[in-house]
């Protein structure tokens, strides 16, 4: 049995039992009041009148509830559509940063090429440069794509190609298929398995729990990210869901914004719902142990 | 089945790889490295295009004036007199340090703090995990944009919350003297779940006879957890700080999205001058400049990152 800080020897004293549910029930007190409530406080927002809103003292439970709220937010903000945009952006670069560093990683780990090692120095040293730094640099580039001369701004590949070229992915994804014992895929080359075949028969199948690290950052990664949908994605009918209601803000009545927050948040508190457990692995896996 | 094959490949790869025939080998070697490059040319594209060749851009671009109508020429050191001229500049400066430091003491600690706590409650694990981490789901702008209503003076919650305390009321982002502890409050709401549950995993694999021998040795609950808990923790708690450092010295949403920089510049950060500067003044040669220096300032962080993760690795 391990032990933490305190023992449960001490737990288990008259006086250590006392102290403990008392800390048990101030931190869950606390922590319910500090980030559940905040939450609720929102979903019932939506439901008061302007009039109800603007009260003092507060009412903590709506008074006359208006869940049709949520029905006027939806339609007169469009949410559906910017959803919709914000799904189409994440999956996009979802899957362009699986096909582009899965491969690259492979070679790097496996196949190690001619400067492999300086093209792997290169990729990581990227990750010196604070990402905000190159807004501007990158916008210029997304806005007219060297050699190609095309304009990306308002398409989903100004969203997407920059996503692909991540550093943090071809690490992680490395660092796990070099794990790999090369037994195993040279084995598989005896038999006449190309590199390819190998990649995709014997190496995706045991990578799976990094896959869906590098997955679960990708997707969250665009979901959340502001100011770079901000930048490259101006038109009304282009934006994300975040930028989309943030620029309508100003003009949108409290009761009907609020509503649209909550339901802005309800995909990623579903999606934490159903991946808790990877998320929170992929945390610890993304943290530390270089 | 499975051992023979891998006995024949490990034999057969002791003999023709190393010994092998010279010819035959560097052909080999050659079509291996061609079949690699294609599966990296992908990556080697993107990150070309949309990684490299933005990161040489932005060291040219600080000393040019950039337009979209003439060529770019070179104005040497212009744009770094002029973005320092600028009486934001100093502000900016001073009220990024001052928010760093403002969301290290909250959202440093505070993590820490909460995970040792944590580590120790025997019931409600899991819904305790679950409830700190939700607001870092959240998109940052729903975060942001319901503290803002929160921020309200009139009908807002925190307000309405010192009333019911008897306390006065306060003006959170239109006094210059609470705008920034403002954004230093969401910040640390929005951020503090995921390094709570990274120095949850650390304290777990905490070794037990540690805190047993320290206990044998008559050190109280401090010194337990000054004497075992923090140095057995002490690479992550650095890699924290490197990385904490990193993310809030470019804080940007929170004051876009809360002040506009206002009260009075009281909480323009660095990274929103340089967006007003390149999207807002049309200069991007400005907005360069700022993301150089603030670059170099970050550099010394991020390489020191490198070397502790890697050290640590090994």
Redesign the interface.
């Known amino acids: 049995m391990?032990?933490?800080?305190?023992?449960d020897r001490a737990?288990n004293t008259p006086r250590g039992r006392v102290i403990?549910w008392t800390?048990?029930v101030t931190?869950?007190a606390l922590?319910?009041a500090?980030?559940?409530f905040?939450?609720y406080?929102?979903a019932t927002?939506a439901m008061k009148s302007s009039g109800e809103?603007?009260?003092?003292?507060?009412t903590l439970f709506p008074r006359h509830p208006h869940p049709g709220v949520y029905g006027d937010a939806w339609r007169r903000l469009y949410l559906g559509r910017f959803l919709l945009n914000t799904l189409e952006y994440a999956a996009g670069a979802w899957l362009l940063q699986l096909?582009?560093?899965v491969?690259?990683a492979?070679?790097?780990s496996k196949?190690?090429?001619?400067l492999?090692r300086a093209?792997l120095g290169?990729?990581?040293a990227?990750?010196?440069?604070?990402?905000?730094?190159?807004?501007?640099?990158?916008?210029?580039?997304?806005r007219d794509?060297?050699i190609l001369h095309v304009n990306l701004l308002n398409t989903p590949f100004a969203i997407w190609?920059?996503a692909?070229?991540n550093?943090f992915s071809?690490f992680l994804l490395k660092r796990f298929f070099d794990s790999i014992p090369g037994?195993?895929l040279?084995?598989a080359a005896?038999?006449g398995a190309s590199?390819w075949r190998i990649?995709w028969s014997i190496v995706l199948p045991i990578s799976r729990p990094i896959i869906a690290v590098v997955s679960i950052f990708a997707v969250?990664g665009v979901?959340?990210d502001?100011?770079w949908p901000l930048?490259v994605l101006p038109d009304g009918n282009k934006m994300t869901?975040?930028?989309a209601?943030?620029s309508l803000?100003e003009q949108t009545p409290?009761n009907i914004?609020?509503a649209a927050?909550v339901i802005?948040?309800i995909p990623?508190?579903a999606?934490?719902l159903v991946f808790?457990r990877h998320?929170?692995a992929g945390?610890?896996a993304g943290?530390?142990?270089? | 089945m499975t051992t023979t094959i891998l006995k024949k490949a490990t034999s057969r790869r002791s003999t023709s790889h190393p010994a092998g025939p010279r010819r035959a080998g560097s052909r080999h070697a050659l079509r291996r490295g061609l079949s690699a490059y294609g599966f990296l040319c992908g990556a080697l594209i993107c990150f070309a295009v949309f990684s490299w060749y933005p990161i040489v851009r932005e060291a040219l671009l600080g000393f040019q004036r950039t337009n979209f109508v003439g060529r770019s020429e070179w104005v040497g050191l212009d744009n770094f007199h002029r973005v320092a001229g600028d009486p934001a500049f100093g502000k900016a400066w001073l009220n990024t340090l001052e928010f760093t430091g403002l969301a290290l003491l909250c959202g440093y600690v505070l993590p820490f703090v909460t995970a040792i706590v944590l580590n120790e409650l025997r019931h409600a694990r899991a819904y305790l995990r679950f409830v700190v981490y939700l607001p870092v789901m959240l998109p940052p702008a729903v975060a942001v944009l319901l503290f803002k209503w929160f921020y309200d003076p009139g009908p807002g919650l925190f307000n309405q919350l010192l009333h019911l305390a008897h306390l006065p009321g306060l003006n959170w982002l239109d006094s210059t003297s609470t705008a920034l502890l403002s954004l230093v409050i969401v910040s640390t709401w929005m951020n503090m779940g995921s390094g709570t549950l990274i120095y949850l995993a650390a304290l777990q694999s905490v070794r037990s006879e540690l805190y047993e021998a320290a206990e044998l040795d008559g050190a109280g609950l401090l010194r337990r957890i000054r004497h075992v808990t923090i140095p057995q923790t002490r690479l992550i708690l650095l890699v924290m700080l490197l990385l904490q450092v990193i993310a809030t010295m470019q804080v940007f949403v929170e004051p876009y999205l809360l002040t506009g920089g206002g009260p009075q510049d009281a909480t323009v950060s660095v990274v929103y001058l340089m967006y007003l500067y390149a999207f807002r003044f049309n200069s991007y040669g400005g907005g360069s400049a700022l993301g150089l220096m603030l670059m170099v300032v970050l550099m010394v962080f991020s390489a020191a990152y490198l070397r502790v993760t890697r050290d640590g690795g090994r």
């Open positions: 391990t032990r933490t800080l305190i023992s737990l403990y800390v048990l931190v869950i922590f319910t500090i980030f559940v905040p939450l406080w929102m927002g809103l603007a009260r003092t003292p507060p096909a582009v560093c491969p690259a492979y070679a790097l196949l190690r090429p001619l492999g093209v290169m990729m990581l990227t990750l010196m440069i604070p990402s905000t730094v190159l807004l501007v640099p990158l916008y210029l580039t997304v794509v060297p190609l920059p692909a070229a550093a071809v037994e195993l040279e084995a005896i038999d590199s990649l969250v979901w959340k502001f100011v930048l869901v975040s930028v209601i943030s803000s409290q914004l609020i927050l802005a948040g990623a508190v999606v934490f808790q998320i929170m945390l610890t943290g530390l142990k270089g």
